[in-house]
């Protein structure tokens, strides 16, 4: 029912920002949590950040915390993941993914969405 296209992935220094965008199609973007993982080569899939349908729950995971701002545009259907300070630990392909009325308790588990994008490699040299 919903569409995620991610982009703004891409090769930066350590130290340097990123900032990634998920845009949505399809339904009414402002019916779906939605939140950001990641997975590095060889490891598993990594929760990163999210936010509720309505934005009143915003979380981060412990690694970025600080570094990393999650912000929600439902006027233009866009979840934005602004990344300062990247380190070479943040290299991974990051996914934007949405669930349709995950409960705040859920938000961070992978298996409460629906909808997954494509994903886009974000790579922080030394």
């Known amino acids: 029912q919903v569409q995620l296209v991610e982009s703004g992935g891409g090769l930066v220094q350590a130290g340097g920002s990123l900032i990634l965008s998920c845009a949505a199609s399809?339904?009414?973007?402002?019916?779906?949590?939605v939140a950001w993982f990641r997975q590095a080569p060889g490891k598993e899939r990594e929760y990163v950040s999210g936010?509720?349908?309505?934005?009143?729950?915003?979380y981060y995971s412990d690694s970025v915390r600080g570094r990393f701002t999650l912000s929600r545009d439902n006027a233009k259907s866009t979840v934005n993941l602004r990344m300062n300070t990247l380190k070479p630990e943040d290299t991974a392909v990051y996914y934007c993914?949405?669930?349709?009325?995950?409960?705040?308790?859920?938000?961070?588990?992978?298996?409460?969405?629906?909808?997954w994008g494509q994903g886009t490699q974000v790579t922080v040299s030394s």
């Open positions: 936010t509720s349908r309505t934005g009143g729950y915003i």
């Open positions: 399809g339904r009414t973007f402002s019916n779906y949590a």
């Open positions: 993914a949405a669930g349709r009325g995950v409960i705040t308790s859920n938000l961070r588990n992978s298996a409460a969405y629906d909808y």
